[in-house]
């Protein structure tokens, strides 16, 4: 297979890194790529291709956020056909057909207690619109001391300044600038898996919120950690939804990485059968195709808001709040999910996977192998082994994701039983070749 004809490739690989080290400012890296970067010229399904015309399988999803892999039709069509009607108009003052209805559609997803959804454009912001929400809300109720939010340890929440306090160690801000009322505790015992007991890890957070829960405004938890695919076990979930309960906070879930259909549910919370007072989503909603993202949160909450107008609602907001052509999109992605029963899918390749990267458990610098659906890592003992296997994997042609010591593997929902095939076939090698690294 040669790459698809774009009329856009003028110059090869290396010229086009030349001029992106003169011009780009990179994120989440060095300020200049390395010469191996892939310069993505055009994707075709699972498969990108550079400037040079190489081929590679995306086992990533570009940034966790390709969930439809690339050139999906309908998705394409629904955002063209938006932009010709009305590209977007402005939520402050008026509303769009799509936003009314996205919103509709997430409502129905999400569950009975998840009715009421604030779009912004992207999961950091998602997360800090939770944040602004969970401490005003306590604010209009008379509880102003309740402003600490509370997350755990090893977690990432967005790069936002109040996304990024929520995220210790993941995600440095300068203490200098660091803003104040975010607390991290020690997060459950990862390795006790789903079916433990529900006091698993739990007694660090019920610690803390038994001595400070009356000065907390929320505790903030991903089901399943960005930060190297780590499952929080259901039962944690379960009692941390209890202990929020029991102390009058609200519960923020992080599904900005596994929302809509990445895990093998809609939801990730939904393995442990509960539900947060606000989620927040983006990756998945928009497959990529679009920036969009979603705080969604209860009618009791909301109407605290609603209720206190005369303190001007809510003051908080973006110039693509709710953008029609990216809420289009949004739209066209879920009813693509469910139309090709993409959530089976992901359930049976994940275990596909999962079964394929088995035989890494027993390396004796193998951490672990883990993962939920099409959410999958494996852990190796430092960053350098994990380094080197990512670059001969992608010198093998797939593309994965390093993070830390670890190789996360997210690849888009539409991936075959063969292209797991040709993953785990990669893969598999390049951690065993990790053994030849000397130290």
């Not at 029991?246 to 992080?254: F, G, I, K, Q, Y």
């Not at 992608?394 to 797991?420: C, F, M, N, Q, Y």
């Amino acid at each position: 297979m040669t790459a698809p004809p774009t009329g856009l490739i003028a110059q090869c690989q290396a010229d086009l890194l030349a001029v992106d080290a003169t011009y780009l400012w990179h994120p989440w890296s060095p300020s200049r790529v390395s010469p191996d970067t892939v310069v993505a010229t055009s994707g075709a399904g699972c498969e990108v291709f550079d400037a040079d015309g190489r081929r590679y399988l995306d086992a990533k999803s570009s940034g966790l956020n390709a969930a439809l892999g690339y050139g999906c039709q309908p998705v394409i069509d629904a955002i063209s056909a938006q932009l010709s009607r009305l590209m977007t108009y402005d939520m402050g003052e008026g509303s769009n057909l799509p936003a009314i209805e996205l919103a509709q559609r997430i409502a129905g997803l999400a569950g009975p207690r998840l009715s009421r959804t604030f779009f912004c454009n992207s999961g950091s912001e998602a997360v800090e619109a939770c944040i602004r929400i969970a401490r005003f809300y306590h604010a209009v109720l008379g509880a102003t001391e309740r402003t600490a939010i509370v997350s755990l340890e090893n977690a990432y929440h967005g790069a936002t300044m109040g996304a990024a306090a929520c995220s210790a160690g993941s995600s440095p801000v300068a203490p200098e600038v660091a803003p104040t009322g975010f607390v991290t505790v020690p997060g459950p015992d990862y390795a006790a898996g789903s079916g433990s007991g529900d006091d698993a890890g739990i007694e660090h957070l019920r610690a803390h919120l038994d001595e400070h829960g009356p000065r907390t405004a929320a505790v903030i938890v991903e089901p399943v950690q960005a930060r190297g695919a780590r499952v929080v076990p259901d039962a944690y979930l379960r009692a941390v939804r209890r202990l929020c309960d029991e102390h009058a906070v609200l519960l923020v879930l992080d599904e900005v990485t596994t929302g809509f259909g990445r895990t093998g549910r809609m939801f990730a919370h939904q393995y442990a059968d509960i539900q947060p007072d606000l989620l927040a989503t983006s990756k998945g909603l928009t497959g990529g195709y679009m920036s969009l993202g979603a705080a969604t949160t209860t009618p009791e909450v909301f109407d605290a808001f609603d209720r206190h107008r005369g303190l001007a609602g809510f003051v908080h907001g973006h110039t693509h709040s709710g953008h029609a052509s990216a809420c289009a999109a949004g739209l066209a992605v879920l009813g693509y999910i469910e139309s090709a029963n993409l959530i089976a899918n992901v359930r049976a390749r994940g275990a596909q996977l999962l079964g394929r990267l088995a035989e890494l458990r027993d390396v004796p610098y193998v951490r672990g192998v883990r993962g939920r659906g099409l959410f999958v890592a494996v852990e190796l003992d430092s960053s350098r082994r994990a380094g080197q296997v990512r670059r001969q994997s992608k010198d093998e042609g797939v593309l994965v994701r390093r993070t830390g010591a670890s190789i996360v593997l997210a690849p888009p929902l539409i991936i075959t039983a063969a292209e797991i095939d040709r993953i785990a076939d990669v893969l598999v090698p390049a951690v065993l070749a990790g053994a030849e690294l000397s130290y």
